[in-house]
């Protein structure tokens, strides 16, 4: 069993930029697809962003797409979200998720994941 521990969060103003990072322990790092998912105030959580073990495929929804990059770090067992020109719309409590299924397919549904993170709040001020 992975645990996972998302940093990163924080205030930022529109425009700005925020790294999110989630850390694995308890588990074999590179075993894992991994993803990025978010929830605003009110809102399901959705899916952002996702990477296959090796890191050599990713996919990022088309409402950031371009201005956020997922990447994975498997020596460090750790998975990186990239945000850049970030948008108000973008304030969430954002979540880091393992899959121990699939070793390249992208996984978009949030109850196909079998472990989560804690999560880490990204605030974006106008």
């Known amino acids: 069993q992975v645990h996972l521990v998302e940093s990163g969060g924080g205030l930022v103003q529109a425009g700005g930029s925020l790294r999110l990072s989630c850390a694995a322990s308890?588990?074999?790092?590179?075993?894992?697809?991994m993803g990025w998912f978010r929830q605003a105030p009110g809102k399901e959580r959705e899916f952002v962003a996702g990477?296959?073990?090796?890191?050599?495929?990713?996919y990022v929804v088309d409402s950031v797409k371009g201005r956020f990059t997922i990447s994975r770090d498997n020596p460090k067992n750790t998975v990186y979200l990239q945000m850049n020109s970030l948008k108000p719309e973008d304030t969430a409590v954002y979540y880091c998720?393992?899959?121990?299924?699939?070793?390249?397919?992208?996984?978009?549904?949030?109850?196909?994941?079998?472990?989560w993170g804690q999560g880490t709040q990204v605030t974006v001020s106008l």
């Open positions: 308890g588990g074999t790092f590179n075993g894992y697809c």
């Open positions: 998720a393992a899959d121990r299924h699939y070793a390249s397919t992208i996984l978009t549904v949030e109850r196909q994941y079998d472990y």
């Open positions: 990477i296959s073990r090796s890191g050599g495929i990713t």
